[in-house]
């Protein structure tokens, strides 16, 4: 079944150690997400491609970035995590035409700093 | 920037009972959507509702829009025990390009 695929599912790191999630998708969506979800709080846009082409939220840390190398494959790299970043990272798909704007998700990546 | 709010935060029902939720959102819109989110996983596409309905069904779910209040209702009839999950309304607001903004989210637990 075509989907959205993150890994890993659960990422235990230490304060100021670098973590890289990813994210593939066999959609063929032209945009996709990464949206960061803290305790029982709102899914919160960090940044999302359209294409190559890359829109940065403006309140997203500088210590977030992003990669996507091809249609198929998205990136979060986080540089230093602190304590504060401690979430659930959710990746989405949508199309650049058609369905609306309705985005298809993965089931997420953890992440826990100690 | 967050544009959707949810209330109540949380409601517990009995199975076989309606549940309500509703959202607010603060500028115009082409179409609002709810998702759902069982607990750590991923968010599920439910229903969309254009500006131009004002009413939406999809089997339980029934979904009603007031753009004049810029509030929305999902109704779940007849609850079970597996519709226990987190609601979220997500909206793209005017020139957001292809940012869509979810809500805080409703929290519904239906026990048997």
């Known amino acids: 079944d075509a989907m959205v695929i993150q890994n890993p599912r659960y990422q235990v790191t230490q304060f100021g150690k670098p973590v890289t999630l990813s994210c593939s998708q066999t959609l063929n969506h032209n945009v996709m997400y990464w949206y960061q979800q803290k305790s029982s709080q709102a899914p919160k846009l960090l940044f999302h491609?359209?294409?190559?082409?890359?829109?940065n939220e403006a309140d997203t840390p500088d210590n977030f970035q992003s990669r996507r190398p091809n249609t198929s494959f998205c990136f979060l790299d986080i540089r230093s995590p602190g304590l504060g970043d401690a979430a659930m990272y959710l990746c989405a798909t949508r199309p650049s035409r058609g369905g609306a704007n309705v985005l298809t998700f993965g089931a997420g990546s953890r992440l826990t700093v100690l | 920037s967050q544009q959707g709010e949810e209330d109540p935060q949380a409601l517990s029902i009995q199975e076989g009972e309606n549940a309500t939720m509703n959202c607010s959102y603060k500028?115009?819109?082409?179409?609002l959507q709810w998702y759902r989110q069982n607990s750590g996983r991923g968010l599920v596409h439910l229903i969309l509702i254009r500006s131009n309905e004002r009413e939406k069904h999809s089997g339980r779910l029934r979904v009603t829009l007031d753009t004049s209040k810029k509030s929305s209702s999902l109704l779940i009839t007849a609850s079970r025990a597996a519709d226990t999950a987190s609601y979220f309304c997500?909206?793209?607001?005017?020139?957001?390009?292809?940012?869509?903004?979810f809500g805080k989210g409703t929290s519904l637990l239906v026990t048997p």
């Open positions: 491609y359209y294409d190559k082409d890359f829109n």
């Open positions: 997500a909206t793209a607001p005017p020139n957001s390009g292809y940012a869509l903004n």
């Open positions: 500028t115009s819109i082409n179409n």
